[in-house]
């Protein structure tokens, strides 16, 4: 079957004119199609959105800087990771310390201080006794004798220790005990048992800083143990402002 307009001859124009109509035809069909599935598709989003809940942004996990700053800072303080610092903590007890410490001996037993930095083994030794062996000690009950200031046997062996009293202090209070230690060495040549003995040269140590003081005519374990109770334990001193 052939076209009943095959063999005729169409004019240009006409050609023209038809073309532009059949392609506008077109254009229309395949705009509309496209809205239909754009319309489509947005329903479908907005159904899913309707169903599934808004997803927030999970918050952001403070630092342990920011925490320790809010912590220190207290509540209502606005604290920034960069303006966060450590937390300093001072130590409760001093650097330096004296040690009031008496030990066993052939008679009654001696007193002494061990003094020095915390945090260092080693020790300095401060204590009154006879220079000499048993006939300069047994003189010293009737008169004086001279002394000797430093270290004697068995100060620095625990085993022989009978009691002890610590206390600490601040480095510039140690500076002024330490020197007027040495001093008191330095200034204390005879040894007498009932007047310049051994606990009442550990007693003007203890003086100087200010801690109370027993009467020095006992042993040196009860000396040494009475101290301390007359302070409470207490065990830090703070010199007074004249030392």
């Not at 509540?75 to 040690?99: I, Q």
Request: glycine letters at 8%.
């Amino acid at each position: 079957m052939s076209c009943p307009c095959e063999g005729l001859k169409v004019p240009k124009s006409k050609r023209t004119q038809i073309g532009l109509r059949l392609l506008a035809g077109i254009s229309v069909v395949a705009a509309s199609v496209t809205l239909e599935v754009g319309i489509s598709h947005a329903q479908q989003l907005a159904a899913q959105t309707d169903q599934a809940p808004l997803q927030q942004e999970k918050p952001r996990k403070p630092s342990s800087r920011s925490v320790v700053a809010a912590a220190v800072a207290g509540p209502g303080a606005s604290v920034s990771g960069a303006d966060a610092k450590p937390v300093r903590r001072s130590a409760a007890k001093g650097p330096y310390y004296v040690d009031f410490r008496a030990r066993t001996a052939a008679s009654y037993g001696h007193a002494f201080v061990w003094y020095g930095k915390t945090s260092q083994k080693m020790v300095d030794v401060a204590g009154l006794h006879p220079a000499g062996d048993v006939l300069p000690y047994m003189l010293g009950h009737l008169t004086w004798v001279p002394s000797e200031t430093g270290a004697s046997y068995g100060d620095l062996d625990v085993q022989y220790l009978l009691a002890s009293y610590r206390v600490y202090l601040s480095e510039a209070d140690a500076k002024k005990v330490f020197a007027y230690i040495k001093h008191l060495q330095a200034t204390s040549p005879l040894w007498n048992a009932e007047t310049t003995n051994c606990t009442a040269f550990i007693g003007r140590i203890a003086s100087f800083m200010g801690l109370k003081t027993p009467f020095h005519l006992q042993k040196p374990e009860d000396y040494v143990n009475q101290l301390r109770d007359m302070n409470d334990g207490r065990q830090t001193v703070q010199l007074a402002s004249d030392r």
